[in-house]
């Protein structure tokens, strides 16, 4: 079993930065895929990024430049630098562990680009 904790999410201004934090507890953390998700009002869930557990990226191609995925496996925590945030970027963030066939979801984070 694993747990999945999100915080840093907020309200920011079209071009600002915030970085989400996943506090991961419960399993061996190192040898999961984590990724980050999130869902606008109306639209469904889409990939944001994910990061493997050798260290390997994807990055979905909205975000390709301006958000970065890393993981800490000694402090069980994986980070969503988001940079040049956009008004689109508004949705509830969600992080993810994977490790077939586990799947793990964290509550959510929202996070609001408005001026």
């Known amino acids: 079993q694993v747990q999945l904790v999100e915080s840093g999410g907020g309200l920011v201004q079209p071009g600002g930065s915030l970085r989400l934090s996943c506090a991961a507890s419960g399993s061996i953390f190192s040898t999961y895929v984590m990724g980050w998700y999130r869902q606008a009002p109306g639209k469904q869930r889409e990939l944001v990024a994910y990061i493997t557990s050798g260290g390997s990226t994807i990055y979905a191609d909205s975000v390709k430049g301006r958000f970065t995925i890393s993981r800490d496996n000694a402090e069980n925590t994986v980070y969503l630098q988001m940079n040049s945030l956009k008004p689109e970027d508004t949705a509830v963030y969600y992080c993810?562990?994977?490790?077939?066939?586990?799947?793990?979801w964290g509550q959510g984070t929202q996070v609001t680009v408005s001026s």
């Open positions: 993810n562990a994977k490790r077939y066939p586990l799947n793990y």
